[in-house]
């Protein structure tokens, strides 16, 4: 399955194209209604105020309401950019931003806000995820799942999955919104920002899925959630708390009526156990501050930059969806690459229930 996408942030369209999706799949641009509203701004106080309507143009790939196994191509026009907040940062560089990284890269730069490093572009990943995630269920009943399991130093008290989708903060634990409300009120009041843990995970996996050191499932997971916007870290099953624990703790016993654990958070050797896949994503506190930080201009001179403009407090607060859509297509991937590999294999292995988290 090949994925791209296109588009800036503050052009006229943004845009993907998903090539390798077999045909049969109902797909209609309402579809994608739910999960782009999910990841949307401007639907609560706590996130950039910026306004799209995120209606989706399937330009290809579908006839008469079903996938014809040919390239899908989806269109998204902007409808609120506002190049005109960034005119102050086209001769600087922000601190934290991909200003300057881009410039170096490209020897010149669409000054227009985040450019393709704005999160905007994320709104095609979960269009294209949408695809992955229908096609996971229809074709092998796989779901896919994810909440905010830290905000800055806040973690969850209780964990209850039900909680999640009924809050606008994806947080695990209903009784903290008002705590989290308070805080985010705050955060927003003093001009500074905060990162936040996102957890995704897929149930129903079945083992075997994977390749064993190139193009390991656990790595093109990790690759998949870096390629995120604002990601600087990713943990699979017990990731780094690893590090401290003995191997007889690590390891997931089984019986035959199970696995006893999930540290290897569903992936052995590179390939899924049938276990739950379970992944942590790090989300950096957002750079656009409007707090004066010292950067250097064009010219090389030193100079303080204030941004202005439309941004979260808490990026990670709105990246569940967009987690789930980098899951979602690295499974589908793998799922299609399995089955054309291993059409004629027949599994001689038991199978230990995988537990459906
Ligand atoms: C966002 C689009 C961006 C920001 C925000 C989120 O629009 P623009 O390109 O005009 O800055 O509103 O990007 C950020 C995360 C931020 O804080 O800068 C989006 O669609 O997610």
Same mark, same amino acid.
């Given at each position: 399955?090949? *994925?791209?996408?296109?588009?800036? !942030?503050?052009?006229? &369209?943004?845009?993907?194209? *998903?090539?390798?999706?077999?045909?049969?799949?109902?797909?209609?641009?309402?579809?994608?209604?739910?999960? +782009?509203?999910?990841?949307?701004?401007?639907?609560?106080?706590?996130? !950039? /105020?910026?306004?799209?309507?995120?209606?989706?143009?399937?330009?290809?790939?579908?006839?008469?309401?079903?996938?014809?196994?040919?390239?899908?191509?989806?269109?998204?026009?902007?409808?609120?950019?506002? !190049?005109?907040?960034?005119?102050?940062?086209?001769?600087?560089?922000?601190?934290?931003? &991909?200003?300057?990284?881009?410039?170096?890269?490209?020897?010149?730069?669409?000054?227009?806000?985040?450019?393709?490093?704005?999160?905007?572009?994320?709104?095609?990943?979960?269009?294209?995820?949408?695809?992955?995630?229908?096609?996971?269920?229809? %074709?092998?009943?796989?779901?896919?799942?994810?909440?905010?399991?830290?905000?800055?130093?806040?973690?969850?008290?209780?964990?209850?999955?039900?909680? *999640?989708?009924?809050?606008?903060?994806?947080?695990?634990?209903? !009784?903290?919104?008002?705590?989290?409300?308070?805080?985010?009120?705050?955060?927003?009041?003093?001009?500074?920002?905060?990162?936040?843990?996102?957890?995704? /995970? &897929?149930?129903?996996?079945?083992?075997?899925?994977?390749?064993?050191?190139?193009?390991? +499932?656990?790595?093109?997971?990790?690759?998949?959630?870096?390629?995120?916007?604002?990601?600087?870290?990713?943990?699979?099953?017990?990731?780094?708390?690893?590090?401290?624990?003995?191997?007889?703790?690590?390891?997931? +016993?089984?019986?035959?009526?199970?696995?006893?654990?999930?540290?290897?958070?569903?992936?052995?050797?590179?390939?899924?156990?049938? /276990?739950?896949?379970?992944?942590?994503?790090?989300?950096?506190?957002?750079?656009?501050? %409007?707090?004066?930080?010292?950067? *250097?201009?064009?010219?090389? /001179?030193?100079?303080?930059?204030?941004?202005?403009?439309?941004?979260?407090?808490?990026?990670?607060?709105?990246?569940?969806?967009?987690?789930?859509?980098?899951?979602?297509?690295?499974?589908?991937?793998?799922?299609?690459?399995? %089955?054309?590999?291993?059409?004629?294999?027949?599994?001689?292995?038991?199978?230990?229930?995988?537990?459906?988290?």
């Amino acid at each position: 399955l090949r *994925v791209t996408t296109f588009g800036e !942030s503050h052009g006229p &369209a943004i845009g993907c194209v *998903v090539d390798g999706c077999p045909p049969g799949i109902a797909l209609a641009p309402g579809d994608f209604a739910h999960d +782009l509203s999910r990841r949307a701004t401007g639907k609560t106080r706590h996130t !950039s /105020q910026r306004h799209e309507a995120d209606e989706v143009e399937i330009l290809s790939g579908v006839f008469e309401g079903r996938t014809t196994g040919t390239p899908i191509a989806l269109l998204v026009r902007n409808t609120d950019a506002r !190049s005109k907040d960034y005119a102050n940062i086209a001769s600087q560089f922000r601190p934290g931003h &991909a200003d300057y990284t881009y410039l170096h890269k490209y020897g010149i730069r669409d000054p227009r806000g985040g450019g393709r490093s704005s999160a905007r572009e994320t709104t095609m990943r979960v269009a294209a995820g949408v695809i992955a995630r229908k096609w996971l269920a229809e %074709r092998h009943g796989i779901r896919v799942r994810a909440c905010v399991s830290q905000v800055a130093d806040l973690r969850p008290r209780g964990f209850d999955w039900d909680a *999640v989708e009924a809050n606008p903060f994806f947080w695990p634990d209903a !009784s903290q919104v008002p705590e989290l409300e308070t805080f985010m009120d705050a955060l927003r009041k003093s001009g500074d920002s905060a990162g936040a843990r996102v957890h995704v /995970q &897929a149930l129903g996996v079945p083992p075997g899925w994977g390749e064993p050191v190139y193009g390991k +499932l656990d790595a093109e997971i990790a690759a998949g959630m870096m390629s995120i916007n604002a990601v600087k870290g990713v943990e699979i099953g017990a990731g780094f708390a690893s590090v401290a624990q003995k191997g007889s703790e690590h390891r997931d +016993l089984m019986s035959p009526d199970g696995f006893a654990s999930n540290h290897a958070g569903g992936i052995l050797g590179g390939i899924s156990s049938g /276990q739950p896949i379970e992944v942590s994503v790090a989300f950096k506190p957002t750079s656009s501050l %409007r707090l004066p930080g010292a950067t *250097v201009d064009t010219a090389g /001179q030193a100079t303080q930059v204030v941004t202005t403009g439309r941004h979260d407090p808490c990026v990670g607060l709105r990246a569940p969806p967009i987690c789930e859509a980098m899951l979602a297509l690295v499974l589908m991937d793998h799922a299609l690459r399995h %089955r054309a590999q291993n059409a004629d294999v027949v599994s001689l292995a038991p199978t230990v229930p995988g537990g459906r988290g």
